[in-house]
C-alpha cells in the first residue's frame, strides 16, 4: 500500500515530480510513495498497476508545469493517464493537492480545463520554487504528515541531538569496557578502569576526598594524577612534564 501518490506529465513537471519522489521516500520510505517511472515494474501491466497504486493512497499530489493547461487536446482525452489519474481520486474522493512547479505557473483556472477538470482549479495549492527546493520539500513533507494520519515521519523518529554544555547516556547498559565523554582538548592517554567502587580522579589538577579543606581530609595536587580508592591489583604507570607534589593536610 502507498500512502502518496504523484500525478506528473512527461515533458512538464516530470523532474520535479522526480525529486519531490526522492525527498518524501528518504523522509517516509520508498514504498510509501508512488511515482510511475519508478513504482510500475517491468513486465507489469501499467494501466492495472497505476490504478491500484492511485486506488490504495491517501493523497495525490499533482505536479502542475507551467505549460500544463497548454496540452488541451491531452486533457480532454479519455485515454490521457494524467486526465484519467485526476478523474479516479475525485471519483474516489481521495484528496489533491496541486503543486505549482516554478514561479512561471500561476493557479489553475476553471476556464483553462474541461469540464470535468474544473474543481481541480478550486482546490487549495502549493507553490514550489526551483530557487529554495529545501524549503520547499520540507514544506510539502509537513503537509503530506498533517494529511496522512499515522504515516511514518523518519525525520521525527531519529535521535534528538544533546543541548549544548550537557551530557546524555548514549550507550545504555555495558558489560565490558566503554568510554563516553563530552569534551576532549588535547591528547587523550589509556585508561582502563575496572572494577572501581569507589571515585576515580584521573588528569591534572586537584582532588578532595570526603572534605575539602579539613582536618583529616585527603588532597592531592600537582602535574597529574590518578587516585584510587580502594584496594589496587596491578601496576600503574605515569609520565608527566615536571615531577607531581604530593601533600598531606596533617602535615
Keep these: 500500500m502507498t500512502d502518496v501518490f504523484i500525478n506528473y506529465r512527461t515533458g512538464d513537471g516530470e523532474r520535479t515530480a522526480a525529486l519531490i519522489d ?8 520508498r514504498d510509501r510513495i508512488f ?7 517491468p513486465g507489469q501491466a501499467y494501466p492495472n498497476a497505476l490504478l491500484a497504486g492511485l486506488r490504495g493512497s491517501a493523497v495525490v499530489l499533482a505536479v502542475i508545469g507551467p505549460d500544463w493547461t497548454n496540452f488541451q487536446a491531452r486533457l480532454r482525452d479519455p485515454e490521457d493517464w494524467v486526465r484519467r489519474e485526476i478523474l479516479e481520486a475525485f471519483s474516489r474522493e481521495i484528496p489533491i493537492v496541486p503543486v505549482l512547479d516554478g514561479r512561471k505557473t500561476d493557479r ?12 481541480l482549479a478550486d482546490l487549495q495549492s502549493i507553490p514550489f520554487g ?11 513533507g509537513d503537509v503530506v504528515v498533517d494529511m496522512v494520519p499515522g504515516l511514518r515521519d523518519l525525520d521525527r523518529d531519529a535521535v534528538s541531538p544533546v543541548a549544548p554544555n550537557s551530557v546524555a547516556n548514549s550507550v545504555g547498559d555495558v558489560s565490558g569496557t566503554a568510554v563516553q565523554s563530552r569534551d576532549f582538548t588535547g591528547d587523550v592517554g589509556g585508561t582502563v578502569i ?5 571515585p576515580v580522579h584521573t588528569g591534572g589538577g586537584d582532588i578532595y576526598q570526603n572534605s575539602s579543606h579539613v582536618s ?3 588532597h592531592f595536587s600537582g602535574d597529574g594524577m590518578t587516585y ?24
Design 108 to 119: 489553475l483556472n476553471r476556464a483553462d480545463l474541461p469540464d470535468d477538470l474544473a474543481q
Design 216 to 218: 583529616g581530609g585527603r
Design 130 to 140: 526551483t530557487h529554495d527546493t529545501e524549503t520547499g520539500l520540507k514544506r510539502l
Design 194 to 198: 575496572k572494577g572501581a567502587l569507589g
Design 22 to 29: 526522492q525527498e518524501l521516500s528518504r523522509r517516509f520510505g
Design 228 to 251: 584510587f580508592e580502594g584496594s589496587n591489583h596491578g601496576g600503574v604507570q605515569h609520565r608527566f612534564g615536571e615531577s607531581g607534589r604530593r601533600e598531606d593536610d596533617n602535615r
Design 35 to 41: 511515482r510511475a517511472s519508478k513504482s510500475v515494474l
